[in-house]
């Protein structure tokens, strides 16, 4: 089976919020690897589209020189 068609039956296999209220690092390393599964609307086609995560950036807040909200 397609790869779009495996993610398609898993689409109801969301990350639930409490995944993401952990540490930035930490939520992006177990996203690595992830797929991202999207079902387009129906005027574009209802096609369900889909990528594995492979690479991923973490920024811990305003104080890490990186992010964008570093300098306001």
């Known amino acids: 089976m397609a ?6 039956k898993r ?3 969301r990350l639930p919020r409490r ?3 952990r540490p930035a690092e ?5 996203l690595l690897g992830c797929l991202l599964v ?3 609307p129906a005027r574009a086609g209802g096609a369900i589209v889909a990528g594995r995560i492979v ?5 811990v807040g ?3 020189r990186a ?5 306001g």
């Open 3 to 8: 790869e779009a068609a495996l993610a398609a």
């Open 67 to 71: 992010c964008h909200a570093h300098a």
């Open 38 to 40: 999207r079902r387009l």
């Open 62 to 64: 305003e104080e890490d």
């Open 19 to 21: 995944f993401y209220a």
């Open 11 to 13: 689409l109801s296999m």
């Open 26 to 30: 930490v939520v992006a390393q177990e």
């Open 55 to 59: 690479e991923a950036e973490a920024y």
